[in-house]
Each structure stands twice: as structure tokens, then as C-alpha cells.
Nanobody
Framework: QVQLVESGGGLVQAGGSLRLSCAASGLTFSTYVMGWFRQAPGKEREFVGS????????YIADSVKGRFTISRDNAENTVYLQMNSLRPEDTAIYYC??????????????????WGQGTQVTVSS
């Protein structure tokens, strides 16, 4: 019943921008910390960013800090990932996640409760 559905992935040239969306249903959205993770071929899944329940605090991985921004719209049950200055090494499947742990930083909140199906982002050189 709970669904996290990502959209907005695709192919983009290096230096370009892309905005990912994750629409949630079947849960009380405002009670969940939301985040984004990514997994490149042959690599482990890594944290990209997360945002607090109110949207007042956000956390961004050092590898994408200054280029990526996470935001949420609780009225629309949607979390976004704005990706600018994309690089080929950003190529990965990007996953939306929802968690109820005590920390708004999903790196420290244990395993998220729910995951989306993922959306492919490919950055060409």
C-alpha cells in the first residue's frame, strides 16, 4: 500500500541539470524523514541527501554538496532532488527513501522503512 514513486531520471550531458521527484502515498508523509540514495554499477548504495520532517533541516553528502539540493513539499507528499553541474560519476540509479528514525540525517537513522523502485540517471561526457 505504501508507495514511493520516483520520476525525472534520464540522460543528460555533463554540466547539465536534472530534477528528480518522489511522490509518496499510503503513509503520513509529514511524519517521515525523506531522503535520496544512489547506486552505481559495481558500487554499494550511497547516501545522497535527506531532509527533516518539516523541511527545516537538510543534509547533503560531501560528494555532491554545492551541486545538489534536497527539498520537500508536504502539501503534495513529494520530495525533490535538484541536481546541477552533473558529472559522469553521478551516473547511478537514484532511490527515494522514507524513515521514522530519530535522526533527520538518514546516514545515522538506521535502515529506512520504505524505498522507491529507483530511477536511472545517466550523465554523458
Amino acid at each position: 500500500q505504501v508507495q514511493l514513486v520516483e520520476s525525472g531520471g534520464g540522460l543528460v550531458q555533463a554540466g547539465g541539470s536534472l530534477r528528480l521527484s518522489c511522490a509518496a502515498s499510503g503513509l503520513t508523509f509529514s511524519t517521515y524523514v525523506m531522503g535520496w540514495f544512489r547506486q552505481a554499477p559495481g558500487k554499494e548504495r550511497e547516501f545522497v541527501g535527506s531532509i527533516s520532517r518539516t523541511g527545516g533541516e537538510s543534509y547533503i553528502a560531501d560528494s555532491v554538496k554545492g551541486r545538489f539540493t534536497i527539498s520537500r513539499d508536504n502539501a503534495e507528499n513529494t520530495v525533490y532532488l535538484q541536481m546541477n553541474s552533473l558529472r559522469p560519476e553521478d551516473t547511478a540509479i537514484y532511490y527515494c527513501a522514507a524513515g521514522t528514525g530519530g535522526s533527520s540525517d538518514l546516514r545515522n537513522a538506521g535502515s529506512p522503512n520504505y524505498w522507491g523502485q529507483g530511477t536511472q540517471v545517466t550523465v554523458s561526457s
